[in-house]
């Protein structure tokens, strides 16, 4: 069955810089684009930006700059490096698959 497990999260300082992981299996990662969401306390869900099969990324607009997002389809891992982290950007992040099949989360929190 298809599985993602996100990794990576923390406490960072404002201004700081995580990466993001997400395991996945159970599908062909290779020819799957792949997405990362968010989502803040008391807040929807968020998206954050997508990588295609191919490698083109694209990203939301407040995260265009800051976050960068890559895959290694030999690993079957997609990444999301943040950097210049805010405290609007604590939230739990998420991937996804086709936006059916979800990852657990991990926290991101900005603080000082």
């Known amino acids: 069955q298809v599985q993602l497990v996100e990794s990576g999260g923390g406490l960072v300082q404002p201004g700081g810089s995580l990466r993001l992981s997400c395991a996945a299996s159970g599908f062909t990662f290779s020819t799957s684009a792949m997405t990362w969401a968010r989502q803040a306390p008391g807040k929807g869900l968020e998206w954050v930006s997508k990588?295609?099969?191919?490698?083109?990324?694209s990203y939301a607009d407040s995260m265009k700059g800051r976050f960068t997002i890559s895959r290694d389809n030999a690993e079957n891992t997609v990444y999301l490096q943040m950097s210049n982290l805010k405290p609007e950007d604590t939230a739990i992040y998420y991937c996804?698959?086709?936006?059916?099949?979800w990852g657990q989360g991990t926290q991101v929190t900005v603080s000082s």
């Open positions: 996804a698959v086709a936006l059916t099949f």
């Open positions: 990588i295609y099969a191919d490698g083109t990324p």
